[in-house]
């Protein structure tokens, strides 16, 4: 069974930084891709991206190039989502999951609040 924490998560004025992290039992790093979503008040879940299990290459969607970046430790089998030049449209609960990009996300924590304040 894989569990995942994610921590980081708080209140930030706009322009700030964070950094969040998922911290995973089992062996999750190398074994599943692993993703960061975020879900705002009334809109549906969204990735915000990922990193691949194989090559650790990580994607962004186009809204936070630029601003984020994932990265992961293996050793400490925690990935990192380094949030910078945060806007309030960033504000919403951030997940961690662990699965298949593409296809089945298996696995999720129980997400971090990231409130964005302009």
């Known amino acids: 069974q894989v569990q995942l924490v994610e921590s980081g998560g708080g209140l930030v004025q706009a322009g700030g930084s964070l950094r969040l992290s998922c911290a995973a039992s089992?062996?999750?790093?190398?074994?599943?891709?692993m993703g960061w979503f975020r879900q705002a008040p009334g809109k549906e879940r969204e990735l915000v991206g990922s990193?691949?299990?194989?090559?650790?290459?990580?994607r962004l969607v186009d809204s936070v190039k630029g601003r984020f970046t994932i990265s992961k430790d293996n050793g400490k089998n925690t990935v990192y989502l380094q949030m910078n030049a945060l806007k309030p449209e960033d504000t919403a609960v951030y997940y961690c999951?662990?699965?298949?990009?593409?296809?089945?996300?298996?696995?999720w924590g129980q997400g971090t609040q990231v409130t964005i304040s302009s």
């Open positions: 999951a662990a699965g298949l990009l593409g296809g089945t996300w298996y696995y």
């Open positions: 089992g062996r999750t790093s190398n074994y599943y891709d």
């Open positions: 990193i691949s299990r194989t090559e650790g290459s990580a």
